[in-house]
């Protein structure tokens, strides 16, 4: 995730997948293309090849393909997390007064190569004043330092007395 603004009022981070989106892209019309091709050269074999080819690419991409983008804001003391796919667009507001910190969940390891996946989540004060309650920010893990960076930036901005509104 990048670091869009950082300032003492206002932390912006957000992550944009465009060459996930634009190498799905490629797939879709891999399939499309010669599919059309072959249907107006009179196979209708070309109609299937299009269809399930580019359909499987699209659902990839709508499953995929998520604008992710998180708001810290001292000055309207909320936290805002908005996900945006090609099907769906979710917002979720939170009081920030209830963040204690930021920190990754890690899955066990992924496939043969054991790679460990990551995935930054806030965690608030249950109310209780006895116990915390772990909220993901995304429902996607990754691999890379994406996640860290964003947990890093988010305690950083919490660590300091500057974005408490006096």
Known sequence: ???RRNTPELLVAERVPVLLALGLF????AFVTPGVVLFFAGEWMGLAFGTLGGGLGFAAMCV????LQVTLDAARRTITIRRR????????ILPLVELVRATTECT????????????PALVLDDGTGEGEVLHPITDVFSSGTGAARLVAAINDWLGTDRHQPA
């Not at 490629?26 to 019309?29: D, E, G, N």
């Not at 796919?85 to 979720?92: A, C, G, P, Q, W």
């Not at 066990?108 to 995935?119: A, C, V």
Request: hydrophobic share 40%.
């Open 85 to 92: 796919t090609m099907l769906s667009h979710r917002e979720i």
């Open 108 to 119: 066990g390891s992924s496939g043969k190569s054991r790679q460990r996946l990551f995935r």
């Open 64 to 67: 995929f393909v998520e604008r």
């Open 1 to 3: 995730m990048k670091i």
């Open 26 to 29: 490629a797939f879709i019309m």
